[in-house]
C-alpha cells in the first residue's frame, strides 16, 4: 500500500525501503511533501517500524552495473530523533 492511501488508516507494522538519500527522498524540489509523506506513513503504525536502507547500491548505468555508495544524511537525521525521544531502537 502506498503511503497516500494508508492516510487515516493505522497498522501494527509500518515497513519503509529504501530510505536512504537518493532513493525516497530522491526529489530536491518535494523535498517538504517527502518528509509530510514520511510523517503521515510514520503516524500509521500502532507496534512497530522498520526502515531499511542499503549504505551500497547496484545502479545499472548505460550497461554497466557499479556499485554507487549512498548517502544515508535524511535516515540518520530521523535515527537521532527518535533515539533522543527515547524511541526503543533495535539494529540489525
Do not use: C
Amino acid at each position: 500500500m502506498t503511503i497516500h492511501k494508508s492516510k487515516g488508516l493505522e497498522y501494527n507494522t509500518v515497513l519503509f525501503v529504501g530510505l536512504e538519500d537518493s532513493a525516497f527522498w530522491s526529489f530536491k524540489s518535494q523535498a517538504e511533501s517527502d518528509k509530510k509523506a514520511f510523517f503521515v506513513a510514520l503516524s500509521r503504525a500502532k507496534k512497530r517500524v522498520i526502515f531499511t536502507f542499503s549504505r551500497n547500491r547496484e545502479v545499472l548505468n548505460y550497461g554497466t552495473l557499479t556499485t554507487k555508495k549512498q548517502s544515508l544524511n535524511n535516515i540518520s537525521e530521523v535515527y537521532h530523533i527518535l533515539k533522543s525521544a527515547g524511541v526503543p531502537i533495535k539494529e540489525f
